[in-house]
């Protein structure tokens, strides 16, 4: 039998604390090992709050520890880059919160050293491993709605707190690293291309980040994506597919559904009424964990390669371009493989 991952956390955030700590522990494939916070205080207390059985008061102490083979980074997106590099040299697997990194420069240091040391590096995009995202790409795929024509994915909420990181420039702050990435790579992955142009706007707040963006995507086949990303709009999170044949839409609950049963509504060329399409629920987090310790393991390959990361940072790279030059920009197409999964 072969034994569990032994995951190392980087740091105490929410989602470290709230969603990856319980998916780890709940899978068969996983434990946590060790937590690690500039603080050992801090890290002591999450320790003991979830059995984990070390806790260390420096990153650097947690990856000189030869026991852990997998580092999870949650933490702020100036440090992806730097982190996840140092973890690479000493010998561990990383996932890495979205967005990988600040820009795509980066990204393909992250990548190109993941591939030097021989090590796995996957972006946490966890939507992607959910059995109703899944459904959904399968039924676009087998063309149920026709040609895709129009997406749009919307990822936005209310921001009150003036010292949050998420406003700070030095700090990878702004909407659309925070929340866009999302909409640009859902749509990037549901149609399985890539965009040629990109056209943004966005206001810009007094630190110098994007506080409100949206984002007009143009992809071979003149297919367009709307991609709105807000620090200053209410809550929602949702994406819809308008094809020649149909439409899919999602509630407001597309990227992070937590509840049992987890839905979406089809309707045909001109029907008023949806069909509401069920689909049990999951907890996406366990999944990629999961899928992650696995491919470490090596009973299966990566269903996402890093390339793909590389690619998302292309297109937000142009959209941040595009809104500070008020100009359509085209997009770069990285060398790539393909898409799996």
């Given at each position: 039998?072969?034994?569990?991952?032994?995951?190392?956390?980087?740091g105490t955030a929410t989602i470290a604390r709230v969603c990856l700590i319980?998916?780890?522990?709940?899978?068969?494939?996983?434990?946590?090992?060790?937590?690690a916070s500039r603080s050992r205080e801090s890290?002591?207390?999450?320790?003991?709050?979830?059995?984990?059985?070390?806790?260390?008061?420096?990153?650097?102490?947690?990856?000189?520890?030869?026991?852990?083979?997998?580092?999870?980074?949650?933490?702020?997106?100036?440090?992806?880059?730097?982190?996840?590099?140092?973890?690479?040299?000493?010998?561990?697997?990383?996932?890495?919160?979205?967005?990988?990194?600040?820009?795509?420069?980066?990204?393909?240091?992250?990548?190109?050293?993941?591939?030097?040391?021989?090590?796995?590096?996957m972006e946490a995009f966890?939507?992607?491993?959910?059995?109703?995202s899944?459904?959904?790409k399968q039924e676009i795929d087998s063309g149920a709605i026709g040609r895709p024509r129009l997406l749009r994915a919307a990822f936005t909420f209310r921001l009150s707190d003036p010292e949050n990181i998420r406003l700070r420039p030095e700090m990878g702050g702004g909407a659309l690293l925070d929340a866009g990435c999302y909409g640009v790579s859902v749509v990037r992955w549901l149609l399985r291309r890539e965009p040629?142009?990109?056209?943004?706007?966005?206001?810009?707040?007094?630190?110098?980040?994007?506080?409100?963006?949206?984002?007009?995507?143009?992809?071979?086949?003149?297919?367009?994506?709307?991609?709105?990303?807000?620090?200053?709009?209410?809550?929602?999170?949702?994406?819809?597919i308008a094809g020649s044949r149909g439409i899919i839409e999602l509630p407001h609950n597309a990227f992070i559904p937590w509840e049992a049963e987890a839905v979406y509504y089809r309707r045909g060329v001109e029907d008023e009424n949806p069909v509401v399409?069920?689909?049990?629920?999951?907890?996406?987090?366990?999944?990629?964990?999961?899928?992650?310790?696995?491919a470490v393991q090596k009973q299966h390959p990566l269903a996402f390669d890093p390339q793909d990361s590389i690619q998302n940072m292309v297109v937000l790279d142009a959209v941040t371009e595009s809104f500070r030059t008020h100009a359509a920009v085209p997009v770069a197409r990285e060398p790539f493989q393909g898409l799996n999964g």
């Open positions: 039998m072969v034994s569990p991952v032994n995951w190392g956390i980087l319980p998916a780890i522990q709940q899978v068969h494939n996983s434990r946590v090992r060790a937590i890290a002591r207390r999450l320790a003991e709050e979830h059995d984990i059985s070390r806790a260390y008061g420096s990153y650097d102490e947690l990856l000189a520890d030869p026991e852990i083979e997998v580092v999870y980074i949650p933490l702020p997106n100036h440090l992806h880059h730097t982190w996840t590099l140092r973890a690479l040299a000493a010998g561990k697997h990383v996932l890495c919160e979205k967005p990988l990194a600040l820009n795509a420069g980066q990204a393909r240091d992250m990548v190109t050293a993941a591939r030097a040391a021989n090590r796995l590096l966890m939507y992607r491993f959910h059995p109703r899944r459904a959904i040629v142009q990109v056209q943004a706007t966005a206001e810009i707040g007094p630190t110098g980040v994007d506080l409100n963006t949206a984002a007009l995507l143009t992809f071979e086949g003149n297919i367009l994506a709307v991609i709105e990303a807000s620090f200053q709009a209410a809550l929602q999170q949702t994406y819809s399409e069920r689909v049990p629920g999951a907890d996406e987090y366990q999944l990629m964990v999961e899928h992650f310790a696995g």
